[in-house]
Every structure is written in structure tokens, then in C-alpha cells.
């Protein structure tokens, strides 16, 4: 999501699926509470939680996208014009790995519950 989607979302009343359990409880800046009480009275139908989420959420995502292509050795493929495609050696198949990795314990953490 983008941030700039936020707020169409949040005037519809729109949520995400959440864990069932917390995961951090956090301490913010006195001028980010000023902002984030702000934005729960301009949309009354959000919690502050549900704000925070969505924050973080778009956030994460453009972290996300923002991780640099490395271009690796190994060819994986062809573009439309026959040119090679090269693996990422960057940060995104680490990313990728692990947030796989944490998927699954996620996933076996609720299947035992």
C-alpha cells in the first residue's frame, strides 16, 4: 500500500487482517503522538492502533521497494528483446528468504495455537 492510498482507505474505513497477538509495544516522539491524534479525530471510524498498522504497513512496503537491485553473475532469463536477465545479488533475495522464513514460523506458531 501507499501511503497516499491511506487516506482514501481510512475515509472508507478500510482494515487489514491482523495477528492475533501483539508483537512490540513502542514509545513514540511527543510530535508523532501530536500527529497520530490528529489523524484519529479526522478519521473517527480508525483507532489509533489501526492507524499506526497502516502507517507501518505502507512504510514497510516502500522500504520494500526501495531495496537497490545488485546485478549478479548468474543469467535468469530473457527480456521481450532477447537481452539476459541477471539474479539480484542485492538485498531483496535476503529480504525475500527471510521474510519467508518468518512466514513460516508465523504460520506453524498459529497452527499449534
Same mark, same amino acid.
Not at 553473475?73 to 528483446?81: T, W
Not at 539480484?88 to 497452527?111: E, I, N, R
Given at each position: 500500500?501507499?501511503?497516499? +492510498? &491511506? #487516506? =482514501?482507505?481510512?475515509?472508507? *474505513?478500510?482494515?487489514?487482517?491482523?495477528?492475533?497477538?501483539? /508483537?512490540?509495544?513502542?514509545?513514540?516522539?511527543? /510530535?508523532?503522538?501530536?500527529?497520530? #491524534?490528529? !489523524?484519529?479525530?479526522?478519521?473517527?471510524?480508525?483507532?489509533?492502533?489501526?492507524?499506526?498498522?497502516?502507517?507501518?504497513?505502507?512504510?514497510?512496503? =516502500?522500504?520494500?521497494?526501495? &531495496?537497490?537491485?545488485?546485478?549478479?553473475?548468474?543469467?535468469? *532469463?530473457? +527480456?521481450? !528483446? *532477447?537481452?539476459?536477465?541477471?539474479?539480484?545479488? *542485492?538485498?531483496?533475495?535476503? !529480504?525475500? +528468504?527471510?521474510?519467508?522464513?518468518?512466514? +513460516?514460523?508465523?504460520?506453524?506458531?498459529?497452527?499449534?495455537?
Amino acid at each position: 500500500m501507499k501511503l497516499k +492510498d &491511506l #487516506l =482514501g482507505q481510512w475515509s472508507v *474505513g478500510a482494515s487489514s487482517a491482523l495477528t492475533t497477538d501483539e /508483537h512490540c509495544s513502542i514509545r513514540l516522539p511527543l /510530535h508523532d503522538v501530536v500527529r497520530l #491524534l490528529a !489523524f484519529a479525530e479526522m478519521y473517527p471510524n480508525k483507532t489509533e492502533a489501526q492507524i499506526i498498522t497502516d502507517l507501518l504497513n505502507a512504510s514497510l512496503d =516502500g522500504l520494500e521497494e526501495a &531495496l537497490p537491485y545488485v546485478q549478479g553473475n548468474e543469467v535468469v *532469463g530473457e +527480456d521481450e !528483446f *532477447g537481452n539476459p536477465i541477471y539474479n539480484d545479488a *542485492g538485498l531483496t533475495p535476503v !529480504f525475500s +528468504d527471510l521474510k519467508k522464513k518468518y512466514s +513460516d514460523v508465523l504460520a506453524q506458531k498459529a497452527s499449534v495455537a
